[in-house]
């Protein structure tokens, strides 16, 4: 099974900072991988597929790169409804997702 | 604009079994996959398994083979997960997902997702 790795768990900023998730996969995804918001009570939503393509309606903020096993998701100037739980996700071997990343107001 | 629905909430007692629907909308039903995906209270994500209506054929998480059944309904384009041999440890909200790439074979991205199905298991 290929473990990702996301970091930091929590990551505290001010709304207009930039945010910087990181991915680490356990072994190479390729591009296989996704970006997915979760806000309390509300359903997963995409936001980035094959490592760097934001889907649709997504914000130009929120950019992506990576392949392999190394992905960042960047969030250039954080708005109030960006504060939320973000996780990777590959498809390259089955399905697994990461443990998500905390995105929370300072 | 594309949609899925989900059943109600359930509490069942360890040892049972659990049936989740999922009704779509806005597509043609056969053209992608449903995944489903749980979440335990204050916990990750976790990938159940996917199933293409167009054939029925299935891919499940190794660890819940043979305690999971997904199926279709192509003419009321609702999709389901079945739960057997539930233990606490089984209490999540589960979501249905569709891929968001028509016609593939295997599992891709989850593009809409379902409100989720709280299932709680308890005696």
């Known amino acids: 099974e290929i473990v990702l790795t996301q970091s930091p768990a929590t990551l505290s900023l001010s709304p207009g900072e930039r945010a910087t998730l990181s991915c680490r996969a356990s072994?190479?995804?390729?591009?296989?991988l996704a970006w997915y918001q979760q806000k309390p009570g509300q359903a997963p939503r995409l936001l980035i597929y094959?490592?760097?393509n934001r889907a649709t309606g997504i914000p130009a903020r929120f950019s992506a790169s990576g392949s392999g096993t190394d992905f960042t998701l960047t969030i250039s100037s954080l708005e109030p409804e960006d504060f939320a739980v973000y996780y990777c996700?590959?498809?390259?071997?089955?399905?697994?997702f990461g443990g998500g990343t905390t995105v929370e107001i300072k | 604009q594309v949609q899925l629905v989900q059943s109600g909430p359930e509490v069942k007692k360890p040892g049972a079994s659990v049936k989740v629907s999922c009704k779509a909308s806005?597509?043609?039903?056969?053209?992608?996959?449903i995944n489903w995906v749980r979440q335990a209270p204050g916990q990750g994500l976790e990938w159940m398994g996917w199933i293409r209506p167009y054939n029925g054929n299935t891919n499940y998480a190794q660890k819940l083979q043979g305690r999971v059944t997904m199926t279709t309904d192509t003419s009321t384009s609702t999709a389901y997960m079945e739960l057997s041999s539930l233990t606490p440890d089984d209490t999540a909200v589960y979501y249905c997902a569709r891929d968001r790439v028509a016609y593939s074979s295997s599992s891709g991205w989850f593009d809409p997702w379902g409100q989720g199905t709280l299932v709680t298991v308890s005696s």
């Open positions: 072994q190479s995804v390729s591009t296989y």
């Open positions: 094959d490592a760097s």
């Open positions: 806005g597509y043609i039903f056969i053209n992608n996959g």
């Open positions: 996700q590959q498809r390259s071997n089955w399905v697994t």
